[in-house]
């Protein structure tokens, strides 16, 4: 890795100060715990005037629930989030995910809004300046050439959040705040199908919290994922389930996946199955409707086809448990 460059360091006490301190330079960048961010910046892949650290906020350091519903400031840690026991009792999927992130130490820093807004990821880019110079760079930065899809001029880079599918499945918002205001929005609609801009982002703007409504009655919820080193890796492919059964019948299911596609995502068109039992043929119904939405490319050095079948045979094996259970 590269020595750090020289930059400046804000430390805001508020919201509001933050956002001012980042307006007009689309070179300053928000840190909370920096673990994906620092080494960004060591590889030359991030190169800011300045850094605007959020940790000593306030606001955005508060996990409350409120009339059943919670709400999770942007920097509170994921070590904090996967073991608060009125998250794991409630957003089971929303815990586990938490816990699941990398590795204690980087649980015990990452945040909530930095594993929501985490770079994509993939094996032409998330290299040393001199590999990547190398290889002539690639089209997501600094090159004109995607490696993985080399006739096309669309970025395949993947998005390997553990949290997001947790809070997909719970129809989760996010209070955003930038120079012109605040809003709230889907959490879905963070994300684009884009490798290279896959957050929508008004410039200067950054995630404060994350709101999710209590679920359904009943609901059980969890998060698996697979990745090669079981203590620090991201994830090959990631899995949320949620499941809501009553005398044996299906009466809401939700599943979302990271780690296959350039964006978290909601599986499409396993409503199908409510009112129904989750049997093999559904199961197996709904292991091949993860597979066909899910875009693996070569991205990482396991295969796009291992990959498709890993976060299919997740599914199933998750949504099976949760109906069983």
């Not at 100060?17 to 070179?27: H, I, N, R, Y």
């Not at 209590?214 to 620090?232: D, E, N």
């Not at 949620?242 to 005398?247: K, N, P």
């Not at 990271?258 to 199961?283: F, Q």
Request: one cysteine or more; hydrophobic letters at 45%; glycine letters at 10%.
């Amino acid at each position: 890795m590269e020595y750090m460059p020289a930059f400046r360091l804000h430390r805001p006490a508020s919201v509001e100060e933050a956002v001012a301190l980042a307006a007009g330079d689309p070179a300053v960048r928000f840190l909370a715990g920096g673990t994906d961010m620092v080494v960004n910046i060591r590889r030359g892949i991030e190169r800011p005037t300045a850094l605007v650290d959020l940790s000593a906020i306030p606001e955005l350091g508060a996990i409350d629930i409120d009339s059943g519903a919670l709400r999770i400031g942007a920097a509170v840690t994921l070590a904090r989030l996967a073991a608060d026991p009125r998250v794991a009792a409630v957003w089971t999927a929303v815990a586990e995910a938490a816990g699941s992130v990398a590795g204690p130490t980087h649980r015990a820093y990452g945040t909530v809004g930095g594993n929501l807004c985490l770079d994509t990821r993939c094996l032409y880019y998330n290299q040393s300046e001199w590999w990547r110079s190398s290889n002539d760079y690639c089209l997501k930065h600094r090159g004109s050439v995607c490696h993985v899809a080399p006739g096309g001029k669309q970025c395949f880079a993947v998005f390997s959040g553990d949290l997001t599918p947790g809070l997909l499945i719970h129809d989760a918002t996010v209070d955003l705040v930038g120079p012109g205001g605040r809003r709230t929005i889907p959490l879905g609609d963070l994300y684009r199908d884009d490798g290279m801009d896959h957050l929508a982002l008004a410039a200067g703007e950054m995630v404060a919290a994350v709101r999710v409504p209590a679920p359904p009655r009943g609901a059980r919820s969890g998060y698996l994922k697979s990745r090669v080193r079981g203590s620090i890796d991201f994830p090959l492919a990631g899995v949320a389930a949620l499941v809501v059964s009553s005398d044996g019948l299906a009466t809401d299911i939700r599943v979302a996946v990271t780690g296959v596609n350039p964006r978290p995502h909601r599986i499409r068109g396993i409503d199908v199955h409510r009112g129904h039992a989750l049997d093999d043929n559904a199961l197996d119904a709904i292991r091949e409707a993860v597979r066909t939405q899910a875009k693996p490319m070569k991205t990482t050095t396991v295969a796009p086809w291992y990959r498709r079948r890993v976060v299919g045979a997740l599914a199933r094996r998750l949504v099976a448990r949760l109906a069983s259970s």
